[in-house]
């Protein structure tokens, strides 16, 4: 049974440009979140979609933005990239979402910002 | 609010030394899940355990035990006769159930762990 894959796993953009991360979930698996990690704020909490609709938000500027496929496939976007936008996306997935179920993670993708 | 402590930054062990690495959460919520997780250096959060707050027993798989105490809000991971193998951060997390329905992880900073042979 494949795992969460992320693509891109590794991609250099520059400050202004815009990106789009992909994540495909275990297979059927509804719910698909993201985190940011860095070394200074350390793991968190981006958004989760389930069934194509947002269900959660984190703390983050409207320029991160996301959105799920009818295959529960999800995309996260970051516009006008920052320099403090370097980080490793991890997408997650799980069946029904709510910490009930176990909780996968991607392998994520490293973005780095010049 | 939820929140996560891990308070040591990073630990480091020779080979085949017991290591426990120390977990305290905080919650308002009486249904909540407690998970941890271990990240190599490729950037892959790998799943270890996930505890409900009903479940207070300590479980044992292989190498690995945790501690679940709700009495002092902790979660406690220990590897036994650590391996270089087991040489990574560990994270642990939280998640309330009272999210309407919604996932949301709340992590602690993680512990570097440093397996020497």
């Known amino acids: 049974k494949a795992g969460v894959t992320q693509t891109p796993r590794y991609l250099i953009k520059t400050r202004g440009q815009q990106v789009t991360l992909s994540c495909s979930p275990i297979?059927?698996?509804?719910?698909v979140s993201w985190y940011q990690q860095t070394p200074g704020q350390g793991l968190q909490f981006l958004f989760e979609y389930f069934s194509e609709t947002q269900r959660n938000k984190g703390n983050f500027p409207g320029r991160f933005s996301g959105r799920q496929f009818s295959n529960s496939r999800s995309e996260m976007n970051v516009s006008t990239l920052e320099l403090g936008d370097s980080a490793l996306y991890l997408c997650a997935s799980s069946l029904e979402g709510q910490g009930i179920n176990t909780i996968y993670f991607g392998e994520g993708s490293w973005l780095t910002v010049v | 609010a939820q929140k996560v402590t891990q308070a040591q930054t990073e630990i480091s062990v020779v080979e085949k030394e017991d290591v426990t690495l120390d977990c305290v959460y905080e919650t308002r919520d009486t249904t909540y899940y407690l998970f941890w997780y271990k990240q190599p250096p490729s950037g892959e959060l790998v799943f270890l355990i996930r505890r409900n707050s009903f479940d207070e027993q300590n479980e044992i798989s292989g190498r690995y035990s945790w501690n679940f105490q709700k009495s002092t809000s902790s979660f406690n991971f220990t590897i036994t006769a650590s391996q270089v193998v087991d040489s990574a951060v560990y994270f642990c997390?939280?998640?309330?159930?009272?999210?309407?329905?919604?996932?949301?992880?709340?992590f602690g900073k993680g512990t570097k762990l440093t397996v020497n042979p």
């Open positions: 297979s059927g698996h509804r719910s």
């Open positions: 997390a939280l998640s309330e159930a009272s999210q309407g329905g919604s996932e949301k992880l709340v």
